[in-house]
Structure formats: structure tokens, C-alpha cells
């Protein structure tokens, strides 16, 4: 079981979301952009985050390099749907950033269960292998 | 009156002096009549070069207006597919993810089950569509290598030929040419291009590939708005399919735009040629009869070292 933050802006991705977590026994806190997560990591402290790129207030690229230099040790996965730009592009900034590993929208929500399993064992390697 | 020798030899001559002067006058009148005609004749030439002239200037005029109009609408639904492929994939995301979980609370061989799948899948057909749109709006800078186009065209023939009907006939009259240009892209040109001619066909027919060299000074690059004058390499793709109407044509680079049937197409395949074509510098044209068969044909920038 992991204590997981999950910062979305879609309600119904972050509901549909929420509620795939918790059918795997995580434990989840949600937030609707970066400003919100920012605010939620300052009273928990999650071992991962899964947050999407593209957001209102805050994006998820500003929230990861913030996060980055505040909680060295959480735990970071990108997720994205794309945009201006091919989501990889995203993607591929938000894992320079610091992301442990990010997903393309829609996902393989059995792929992110089992990196997120991976990362709570400390197998960080073994999710691009 | 009788007049002397004298008196009869100045008569003669006075009458052949006037004689002379009327002959003079009559010449000189038939050489202003001439020179006059002739003027005229040239007049006539150079105010009909001129309308000549006016006419072709029109033309391309409208030509360039057309390319132009049919550049920026390419581009402005290019943003647009871009801009909506953000929002779809978190549509579709929300629909897989909630089809599975509640095809997990189903029996396995129940109905609702099954169904559920369906709409699963349904969704992956959208996630499919979402990245070729993204695939057409995106303005990523491919790499671009010296290519070999005949063997490219032989790459793309390949691997096409098991699915093309053997009522359909392919014939390549390859050249050696050179062009800059990204493999893959070129690759997806000839497949696209190929496929189209295939589906015009029902099964049955020809598909001619030709490929020429074009000099800088070839009467075709006269005829097309702002190509630069160089070596070009044309290739043509010719079908004996059914062939389109004008409203069609107009249209066929269009995103979107598609004549198949539902779940056939998704009217994407010829404006990714469109947009690859014009990404290399290069200019594709199309030449279609109902019932007489269809000709795009390519021009790309030959390449020399």
C-alpha cells in the first residue's frame, strides 16, 4: 500500500483515477492543479506522486521542479494527454525534471499499478527495463 | 494645230514627267498602305500578347490564392486537431478506465462483460485516431538524409504487396534519383499514396509508379505556383480506379476529408502526404476523371552533393 497524491485538473480522469488506486489498496489525497498539491505537501507526505502535465494555475512541469528541490525523495510519475505539443515532449521534459517515469493518455492503468508498485520497492530501474 | 518636231517632243516628255510623278505617287501611296498594315498588323500582335499576357497573369494569380487559401486552411486544422488531441485523450482515458473497472465487478462470461469490452476497444480505436491526428499536426524537424526514392518506393512496395488484390496490377519504372528528405516520411508517402490507389480500384485494375527527372527549365515548373527553379524528381502514382469529381478533388488534401466508408477511413492519409510533400520543399498535384482513373504526381528537390 502506498500513500499516493494525485494531482489531476479532469474530474473524471481524477475520479476514474481515484478510484483505480484504491481498488489496489493505495491510500489517495487528491488535488486539481499544482497550487493544490503544493498546499497538500505541506501537510502529508505522500511516497508518490502521479501528476498530470497540462494544468490550470500551476502546470505539472512548474509543480515537478518545485517538488524536486523540496522533497528530494518522493517519488514522481508524469502523466499527459498532450497538447501544443506531442505529449512526449511533455513527457520527455518532465522526466529530465525528475520524473521516475511518465505515461502516454490514456494509459495501461495495469502498466501504472505495476510501476507504482516498483517504485514503492525502491526498483526504479527495473520500470524502463 | 500642227506642231513642230520640237513643240512634239516636249509634249512627249512633259506627259511622260507626269507619267513618272503619277507612277512615283502610286508607289509611294502602295508603301504608306504597307507600311500602314503591317503596323496595324503589329498592333493587332501586341495587344493580343498583352490580353495573352493579362490572361496568364489572372490564372496565376488565382492559382497562387487557391494554393494559398488551401496552405493556411491545412494549417489552421492542423492546430486545431492539435488542440482538441489534449482534451480527446482524457475523454477516451475516463471511458477505458471506467469500462474496466466495471468489467471487473461482471461475471466473465456475462453479457455486460462482453459488452463492456466493446466499448473498451472502442476507445482504443479513438486512442488510435487521436495519435495519427497528432501525427499530422505535430511540426516536430525529422531528420533528413540523402534518400534513394527507388528504393524506397521498392520498401513501400514490399511491404504493401500481400495485401493488394490480385486482380490489381503493379507496375514501377524506376529511375536513379536522389532526393534530401526523411526515410520514414517518404516511406509513409508511398504507402498512403499506394493504399489510396488500391482502394479506388475494387479489387481490380492498374497502378502505374513513373518516376522522371525534371531540368530547372521544364515547361511543368512554369505551371506551378512559387517552385523554385531547380533539378526536381517527379513521380507519378497512377490509378484506373473510379476517379473523382471536382468537389471532390478540391478537397482531397482536406484532414478529415474521406469518400470511404465509415470506419474505413479516417481521412488522414492524404493530407499527411500533403504536409510530408510540402515539409521536403516539394509540390503534389491531382489529376482526376470519374470513371477514368486518378494521377497524383510529386515533384521533390533532387538532390546533388
Known amino acids: ?129 | 494645230m500642227i506642231l513642230s518636231n520640237n513643240g512634239f517632243v516636249i509634249l512627249i516628255a512633259i506627259i511622260l514627267l507626269i507619267m513618272g510623278a503619277l507612277v512615283a505617287a502610286l508607289i509611294h501611296v502602295a508603301q504608306l498602305a504597307h507600311r500602314h498594315a503591317h503596323s496595324l498588323k503589329q498592333t493587332k500582335e501586341n495587344l493580343q500578347n498583352e490580353i495573352n499576357d493579362r490572361i496568364h497573369a489572372e490564372e496565376t494569380k488565382q492559382k497562387l490564392e487557391v494554393a494559398l487559401l488551401q496552405g493556411q486552411k491545412l494549417q489552421a486544422m492542423g492546430t486545431l486537431a492539435g488542440g482538441i488531441a489534449h482534451d480527446f485523450n482524457n475523454i477516451l482515458y475516463a471511458i477505458i478506465g471506467y469500462a474496466e473497472m466495471a468489467r471487473e465487478d461482471v461475471e466473465q462470461d456475462s453479457l455486460v462483460h462482453k459488452n463492456l469490452g466493446k466499448v473498451i476497444d472502442a476507445g482504443h480505436r479513438g486512442q488510435d485516431l487521436v495519435s495519427r491526428i497528432l501525427a499530422f499536426s505535430r511540426r516536430q524537424h525529422h531528420q533528413f538524409d540523402p534518400i534513394d526514392l527507388k528504393n524506397t518506393t521498392e520498401a513501400a512496395l514490399a511491404l504493401l504487396r500481400p495485401t493488394i488484390p490480385a486482380g490489381v496490377i503493379i507496375q514501377f519504372k524506376p529511375v536513379e534519383i536522389t532526393i534530401l528528405g526523411n526515410q520514414t516520411q517518404i516511406h509513409q508517402v508511398f504507402v498512403n499514396l499506394i493504399n489510396n490507389a488500391v482502394d479506388a480500384m475494387d479489387g481490380e485494375g492498374a497502378i502505374d509508379i513513373v518516376m522522371n527527372h525534371v531540368a530547372p527549365k521544364d515547361p511543368l515548373l512554369e505551371q506551378i505556383p512559387d517552385i523554385l527553379p531547380q533539378n526536381y524528381c517527379k513521380i507519378e502514382v497512377k490509378d484506373t480506379g473510379h476517379g473523382m469529381d471536382q468537389p471532390t478533388i478540391d478537397r482531397i488534401f482536406e484532414p478529415f476529408f474521406t469518400t470511404k466508408e465509415v470506419g474505413k477511413g479516417t481521412g488522414l492519409g492524404l493530407s499527411i502526404v500533403h504536409t510530408i510533400i510540402k515539409e521536403h520543399q516539394g509540390e503534389i498535384t491531382v489529376k482526376s476523371q470519374l470513371g477514368h482513373g486518378t494521377t497524383f504526381m510529386i515533384l521533390l528537390p533532387e538532390y546533388s552533393v
Open chain 1, 1 to 129: 500500500m502506498a500513500k499516493i497524491l494525485l494531482v489531476e485538473d479532469d474530474d473524471l480522469v481524477r475520479d476514474m483515477l481515484t478510484q483505480v488506486l484504491q481498488r489496489a489498496s493505495h491510500q489517495v489525497t487528491c488535488a486539481a492543479n499544482g497550487e493544490e498539491a503544493t498546499q497538500c505537501l505541506r501537510n502529508e507526505e505522500p511516497d508518490i506522486m502521479v501528476t498530470d502535465i497540462i494544468m490550470p494555475k500551476k502546470s505539472g512541469i512548474t509543480l515537478i521542479s518545485e517538488v524536486k528541490n523540496q522533497h528530494p525523495n518522493l517519488e514522481i510519475i508524469a502523466i499527459s494527454g498532450g497538447g501544443r505539443l506531442d505529449p512526449t515532449g511533455y513527457l520527455d521534459l518532465s522526466e529530465t525534471l525528475g520524473a521516475a517515469v511518465s505515461f502516454e493518455k490514456p494509459i495501461d492503468n495495469t502498466a501504472l499499478l505495476m510501476a507504482i508498485d516498483l517504485l514503492l520497492h525502491g526498483k526504479k530501474e527495473k520500470i524502463k527495463g
